[in-house]
Nanobody
Framework: VHLVESGGGLVQAGASLRLSCAAS????????VAWFRQAPGAEREFVAG??????TYTDSVKGRFTLDRVDGKTIMYLEMNSLKPEDTAVYYC?????????????????WGQGTQVTVSP
């Protein structure tokens, strides 16, 4: 599965962005698809994921970010509201064909190239 993210950019704190993830082939709902992010010098961090209808968010984005899975070439969106400078990172779309719904990046075998999100104070 080839994944491509889009929608990143430079915004001010409090603004919103919507990230998109497109896939080269069909991704069944049994696959876990997720968003991760990585800030400079930090480990890759789980942001949000979905398997079938089960969604999980990391605590720091709950109430601000919404993941939606859709059918089509674009397979999911990440709506990000009330952005904070600490949300600044490269955001990656990832897929786990075994549907393990994990927060560990180690279990995801397919990744996009990432899209930069920068939030200024």
């Amino acid at each position: 599965v080839h994944l491509v993210e889009s929608g990143g950019g430079l915004v001010q704190a409090g603004a919103s962005l919507r990230l998109s993830c497109a896939a080269s082939e069909r991704t069944p709902r049994s696959y876990t698809v997720a968003w991760f992010r990585q800030a400079p010098g930090a480990e890759r961090e789980f942001v949000a994921g979905i398997t079938w209808n089960e969604k999980t968010y990391t605590d720091s984005v709950k109430g601000r970010f919404t993941l939606d899975r859709v059918d089509g070439k674009t397979i999911m969106y990440l709506e990000m509201n009330s952005l904070k400078p600490e949300d600044t990172a490269v955001y990656y779309c990832a897929a786990d064909t075994l549907g393990r719904h994990s927060v560990s990046y180690l279990l995801y075998g397919y990744w996009g190239q990432g899209t930069q999100v920068t939030v200024s104070p």
